[in-house]
């Protein structure tokens, strides 16, 4: 079970009114900001899909009158026929007004929707206050109360479930070829509006919108959100890692929320294999080994569940891999028979299909890949014919298609002077992360953060790991970029558990500053760690 407000899709609705409220509230707030962060300027393109005319009429600084006025008209009706016993579809009501103002539109008449949306509330109220523009939260927090005080005696039904029915008798009495479900999500802004604003919540709400009606849970579950987000350049990073083998945590840095994913369902040898993970898209791939072959399982946020079943061109285990947006690339490894690898494959979320690259100059594996600049990078890891860690790095060039080698790109080894040490198959990969394409490394004998003079090719230390963060040789220790700042996850190690932290920092040009962002019970060994960005 997800702990806390679920950012996935739920199957329980909610059963409160305040939860409505809350949820239409934050919808008519982000109209709010959002028309005052972003005015629509004639002839600039209204919304990111096409617009209808009654959505390119709107300017921005109007949107939260139309809210207002609409709702409050839509509001007192729905009152009074929830008092008489009459549940009529309010869709209807709200196709009605839209159907007019389209006969307006289509007549040339292009009027001010305001002034149309001020005309219907003068019929259906009698008169309008001058100035009756306060805050959408005290509107909001007043129809709610007025509405609490009127459903008393029993009237006091679910809301949602209201609206879930309406929505469904609204689907019986409009046909195929007609007003389907899909077509307007919140009926009074319509479509692109309700996607507009939907596009601006934070994706861990998205489990309770998805909740509301099958409209808003296609519309969840098809991941259109967020194409449309990543077009628009909104980018929420959580944070996945696993401290226990088949389970993993999720962690949102932005509102301190940890959530619990199902438990993946695998055979033994697969828990017990040495395991790969990364985020690409909306998607967690963990890669490990089953008994006779390489086998891939994916998590999808969409759904919130795990399945298996993908299949890479040449199957790998311990490869360098990095994720920018909705494709990944893989780079070296072994193969099923143990063979180093310098083939390299690139993923791609949206059509789940691999492409085989050109391969690199140097066979490697135990290596670490990183996006810097639009490129792929690979650093570090073992070459054949030598058991000494690999100094040279390369990049890939997207569009070129071709592999550079760049000489003496990463320190040798980790550890300092009298220390012994570990022999290069007992060291993790590279510990390094990439924020604002600038690349950093975590030395885990030294407790150093170094960060990377690409002009100079050559790396300079820039301060301390944070102190609690310990490692055996590297490994159990996590050092990620999320969005602006470094993470770094790891922990005290006790016997029977311990206690993970969630250390960050953004980089600046001073010595690194920690901050604990969170701690939980756990054990603090990290297994596998990524970031999903979308």
């Known amino acids: 079970m997800l702990e806390g407000p679920s950012y996935l899709v739920s199957r329980d609705l909610p059963s409160s009114c305040e939860q409505e409220s809350k949820w239409i509230y934050n919808t008519f707030r982000l109209i709010e900001l959002s028309s005052n962060k972003r005015r629509l300027q004639d002839g600039e393109e209204k919304t990111l ?58 007549s040339g008449d292009c009027s001010d929707i ?46 949602l479930e209201f609206s879930h029915a309406q929505t469904d008798q609204s689907n019986d009495q409009h046909p195929a070829g007609e007003h389907s479900d899909l077509s307007s999500l919140v009926h009074q802004l319509g479509r692109d509006i309700s996607i ?12 309770s919108v998805a909740s509301l009606n099958r409209s808003f849970r296609s519309l969840i579950q098809g991941g259109e959100l967020y194409r449309l987000r990543r077009q628009m350049g909104i980018v929420e990073h959580w944070v996945y890692f696993s401290c226990t083998l088949l389970e993993w945590e999720a962690y949102d840095p932005n509102h301190n929320r940890w959530m619990h994913l199902p438990r993946m369902t695998s055979n033994e040898c697969f828990m017990c294999s040495d395991k790969e993970s990364l985020a690409v898209g909306t998607e ?30 040449t199957p790998r285990c311990l490869f360098g891999s990095a994720s920018f947006g909705e494709i990944a690339i893989l780079a070296g490894g072994c193969d099923p028979c143990g063979n180093i690898l310098s083939s390299a494959e690139l993923y791609n979320s949206e059509t789940g299909t691999w492409r ?74 590279p510990l390094v992360a990439v924020v604002n394409n600038t690349l950093y490394a ?68 001073e010595a690194p500053q920690w901050d604990l962002l969170a701690s939980k019970q756990s054990g603090s060994f990290v297994y596998n760690c990524t970031v999903m960005g979308c």
């Open 114 to 159: 305001y002034d149309f949306s001020h005309e219907k509330n003068e019929q259906s109220n009698g008169e309008l206050r001058a100035g009756n523009l306060s805050d959408i939260h005290d509107f909001s927090d007043a129809q709610t109360d007025e509405s609490n005080d009127q459903h008393e005696g029993g009237v006091h039904s679910d809301i």
């Open 49 to 106: 899909r096409k617009s209808s005319k009654l959505s390119d009429a709107l300017e921005g600084e109007k949107v939260c009158r139309v809210v207002n006025d609409f709702s409050n008209v839509q509001n007192d009706q729905s009152i009074e026929q929830l008092q008489a016993g009459n549940h009529s579809d309010i869709h209807d009501v709200s196709d009605t007004q839209i159907d007019q103002s389209n006969d307006h539109n289509q």
């Open 284 to 313: 967690l791939l963990v890669f490990g080994k089953e008994i006779t072959s390489h086998v891939i399982y994916r998590y999808s946020i969409l759904t919130n569940t795990w399945s298996s079943g993908m299949k890479m061109n």
């Open 442 to 509: 975590a030395d885990y004998a030294e407790k150093e953060v170094r960060r990377y003079d690409k002009e100079r090719n050559e790396w300079v230390t820039i301060g301390g790991l944070p102190e609690r963060a310990v490692s055996m040789n590297g490994w159990g220790l996590a050092f990620r970029a999320c969005g602006d700042r470094l993470i770094v996850i790891g922990g005290p190690r006790v016997l029977g558990g311990g206690i993970i932290e969630l250390n960050s920092w953004i980089p600046n040009e």
């Open 196 to 207: 507009n604003c939907l596009l601006r919540c934070p994706r861990s709400e998205y489990g």
């Open 356 to 429: 085989t690259l050109r391969s690199m100059n140097k066979p490697r594996k135990m290596c670490s890949g990183m996006f810097m600049d639009g490129k792929f990078y690979v650093i570090g890891g073992i070459g054949t014919g030598n058991p000494k860690s690999l100094t040279c790095g390369e990049v890939y060039d997207l569009e070129t298609e071709t592999w550079t080698e760049i000489p003496n790109m990463f320190p040798a080894r980790n550890g300092g002077v009298g220390l012994i040490e570990a022999p290069a198959a007992a060291e993790a990969p």
